[in-house]
Nanobody
Framework: QMRLAESGGGSVPAGGSLRLSCRET?????????MAWFRQAPGKEREGVAA???????KYADSVKGRFTISQDSSENTLYLQMNNLEPGDSSMYYC????????????????????WGEGTLVRVSS
């Protein structure tokens, strides 16, 4: 089975940037998939942030459009989330996840359908 590992979290002031990475560490691969970044802060429900499918089609939460960019490097089995112009409301634990699918980046809104999850990386944005 797959094993995902996130990195790149940290503490930054508002307006700063971070780049999160999610690497599959076992060599296991899906030929068709939707991968996504989710976040969950204390007292809040889990929220889809950004998703990408096998062909590079993307989908974003309205709250991060224009600020965050999801991308992937197939040769390195790595998913990225570039986060610019960070806001205090972005503070959260960020998780990456993957599911097998041929249907596009719909998994942004379907965390219960994901097959594998990483352990998370913490992001803190101060005002």
């Amino acid at each position: 089975q797959m094993r995902l590992a996130e990195s790149g979290g940290g503490s930054v002031p508002a307006g700063g940037s971070l780049r999160l990475s999610c690497r599959e560490t076992t060599g296991y691969k899906y030929n068709n998939y939707c991968m996504a970044w989710f976040r969950q802060a204390p007292g809040k429900e889990r929220e889809g942030v950004a998703a990408i499918d096998t062909n590079g089609n993307t989908k974003y939460a309205d709250s991060v459009k224009g600020r965050f960019t999801i991308s992937q490097d197939s040769s390195e089995n790595t998913l990225y989330l570039q986060m610019n112009n960070l806001e205090p409301g972005d503070s959260s634990m960020y998780y990456c996840a993957i599911t097998y699918t041929t249907g596009g980046p719909w998994c942004l809104s379907a965390p219960d359908r994901m097959d594998y999850w990483g352990e998370g990386t913490l992001v803190r944005v101060s005002s």
